[in-house]
Nanobody
Framework: EVQLVESGGGLVQAGGSLRLSCATSGFTFDDYRIGWFRRAAGKEREEVSCINRRDGNTYYADSMKGRVTVSSDNAKNTVYLQMNSLKPEDTAVYYC???????????????WGQGTQVTVSS
């Protein structure tokens, strides 16, 4: 079965960096997208970034554009989200998700991980 497992979250000081990982398994072909989302306490879920595993096309939300980079190590079946210049308002649970049909930015996602907590202290 398809499985997505996030890791790499933790506590970091403002201005610091973290690299999140999304380990994927169970896909039978490579034409799918991996998106990164976050949900802060009391707020709606927000799409942060996305990458097309096959061709490397990427998407970045304005809220974090310039501070994050999404990449894929296809040999390891892992997608990364490098986050720099972190701010306290970046504190959230970060999730990865996959869709099989649409491009990055699609509204419908087929699979979700359970999330990893990122806490940025001031």
């Amino acid at each position: 079965e398809v499985q997505l497992v996030e890791s790499g979250g933790g506590l970091v000081q403002a201005g610091g960096s973290l690299r999140l990982s999304c380990a994927t398994s169970g896909f039978t072909f490579d034409d799918y997208r991996i998106g990164w989302f976050r949900r802060a306490a009391g707020k709606e879920r927000e799409e942060v970034s996305c990458i097309n595993r096959r061709d490397g096309n990427t998407y970045y939300a304005d809220s974090m554009k310039g501070r994050v980079t999404v990449s894929s190590d296809n040999a390891k079946n892992t997608v990364y989200l490098q986050m720099n210049s972190l701010k306290p308002e970046d504190t959230a649970v970060y999730y990865c998700a996959a869709n099989l049909l649409g491009p990055c930015g699609s509204r419908i996602w087929d699979y979700w991980g359970q999330g990893t907590q990122v806490t940025v202290s001031s």
